[in-house]
């Protein structure tokens, strides 16, 4: 359901009726913060660690961000809705692929002392986080750089826009036992219930296997990032 949606079913359970605010009136953009509160409540899942299907993505995919090398240059831009990088950074195509494995900072001289390729990264939600490799530097301009990583959460901006979250209900509700929670606590407790339980189903789909998928982790198994 689109933002818009949500926001009218929100009206409809709340005030029984079709009269619909329209953007800039207060109540709808009242109502618009709560579900882009609901949305971060999501995506930290009060602190369960939830590493949500929906915010894996790549590079590739990403609207900003370093992608390509620039000759003899070891520090990259990542993206600003990184969270972290997840398994090796690729640099290259095909044969000549480099695969950089992840280390921590202060793993930085060991690593050189041992010639093997590597990264880290630093900075934070604020600044931005930087990407630095160790040992073979790109020499040459243009290389595909790769990688996956964990983002943040899209929060809506406008009225057409979808919640990434598998059920966007749950925004619905939290924004209801929100709304209410002063003038009808007993109200407000079934929606924040509702919304819990929704939120719990989501948790339990993302950590299930996709049909027709087996949880054998086989020999020649790579893993996520590589």
């Not at 050189?112 to 020499?139: A, E, M, W």
């Not at 924004?175 to 924040?192: C, F, G, I, T």
């Not at 719990?200 to 087996?214: E, H, K, S, V």
Request: one cysteine or more; glycine letters at 6%.
């Amino acid at each position: 359901m689109t933002l818009n949606e949500l926001l009218n079913r929100i009206h409809i359970l709340l005030e029984k009726d079709v009269d619909f605010p329209i953007s800039g009136d207060e109540e709808y953009l009242v109502r618009f913060e709560l579900i882009k509160d609901a949305v971060q409540v999501w995506e930290k899942d009060d602190g369960n660690g939830t590493k949500w299907k929906e915010l894996f993505t790549s590079l590739s995919s990403a609207s900003d961000g370093d992608k390509t090398t620039t000759a003899n240059d070891s520090t990259y831009d990542c993206p600003a809705n990184l969270v972290e990088i997840i398994g090796y950074v690729k640099i290259g195509t095909g044969n000549n692929t480099i695969y950089y494995k992840k280390i921590e900072p202060y793993q930085v001289k060991e690593y050189q002392d041992n010639r093997i390729d590597c990264y880290y990264v630093t900075g934070n939600k604020k600044d931005g986080f930087d990407l630095h490799l160790v040992n073979t530097i790109p020499s040459e301009d243009g290389l595909t750089i790769d990688y996956d990583y964990y983002k943040t959460s899209t929060l809506p901006t406008a009225g057409t826009d979808v919640l990434e979250m598998d059920d966007d209900q749950f925004a619905v509700y939290w924004a209801l036992a929100e709304l209410v929670k002063d003038e009808d606590p007993s109200l407000s407790s079934q929606y924040a219930s509702i919304a819990t339980q929704k939120l719990d189903a989501m948790r339990l789909r993302n950590q299930g296997i996709d049909l027709y998928q087996d949880n054998i982790i086989r020999d020649s198994f790579r893993g996520f990032g590589r």
